[in-house]
């Protein structure tokens, strides 16, 4: 495919103050001809904002989680084609100038040498407590398909359409990325990960962060217990008896 081949799906909340520099750094990547936000349950003006930098803005009433607006977004663009179908780049809404990196994680899927990208940052930074749910995550992937993912809990992926629909539908909220990567590998896709110079937001450590952890956590959890016997045995052993 060539110019015009690429939408970038953004789901966002509440990021009024990034989303207008990440949508104009899509707007500027290699056959990114689109960008859809998806406005989830947002109570600031990330919508407007994301329009007025030239997106198209899908808002949902009420938030859906991470997978819900991915779907939404999705959609949106199979809408808007006009033509063949574009490949699906997701992003972070928080990337702000870094998005601009993204065009690396595209051109595999581009060229036709993968179906899906997964970014790999160069630069992390340290979070505490979040270890745990990458280990979870990494060693569930492992185990499942053989794949080692280093980042495995990377939102920043372009996929083909193709690829998007046959991991379809996808799971719940912070597990989607788990499950897009087992899926995806089980079903003979070409699932790769690509080193970019890219960063987000970084989470905190007050106690709204621990509660974003605990649910990222319990979503891969689930994510994993549907694709592996050993998590849903070890999962029921957790369980209080009756």
Not at 52 to 81: C, F, I, P, W
Not at 176 to 188: N, P, Q
Not at 194 to 199: I, L, N, P, R, S
């Amino acid at each position: 495919m060539t110019a015009g081949d690429t939408a970038v799906v953004i789901p966002a909340k509440n990021e009024a103050d990034r989303i207008g520099l990440t949508v104009t750094s899509a707007l500027g990547l290699p056959g990114v001809d689109l960008v859809v936000v998806v406005d989830d349950g947002s109570t600031d003006q990330t919508g407007r904002v994301a329009r007025a930098a030239g997106a198209k803005v899908v808002r949902h009433s009420r938030n859906r989680g991470k997978a819900a607006a991915m779907e939404t977004g999705a959609e949106a663009v199979r809408l808007l084609d006009d033509g063949a179908a574009r490949h699906l780049l997701f992003l972070d809404a928080d990337l702000a100038g870094t998005a601009e990196a993204a065009a690396a994680l595209a051109e595999p899927v581009r060229s036709g040498l993968a179906d899906m990208t997964i970014a790999a940052f160069t630069n992390r930074v340290k979070l505490a407590g979040h270890g745990i749910v990458v280990r979870l995550s990494r060693d569930g992937i492992r185990r499942a398909t053989g794949f080692e993912a280093s980042q495995p809990l990377n939102g920043q992926r372009c996929l083909t359409r193709e690829a998007f629909e046959a991991a379809r539908p996808l799971a719940h909220g912070f597990g989607v990325e788990t499950a897009l990567t087992i899926d995806l590998l089980r079903k003979g896709f070409r699932v790769v990960e690509v080193e970019v110079d890219m960063a987000h937001r970084a989470t905190g450590s007050d106690w709204r962060s621990q509660l974003h952890r605990a649910r990222q956590l319990r979503d891969v959890a689930l994510a994993l217990a549907a694709r592996e016997p050993l998590v849903a045995d070890n999962l029921a052993k957790l369980r209080p008896r009756r």
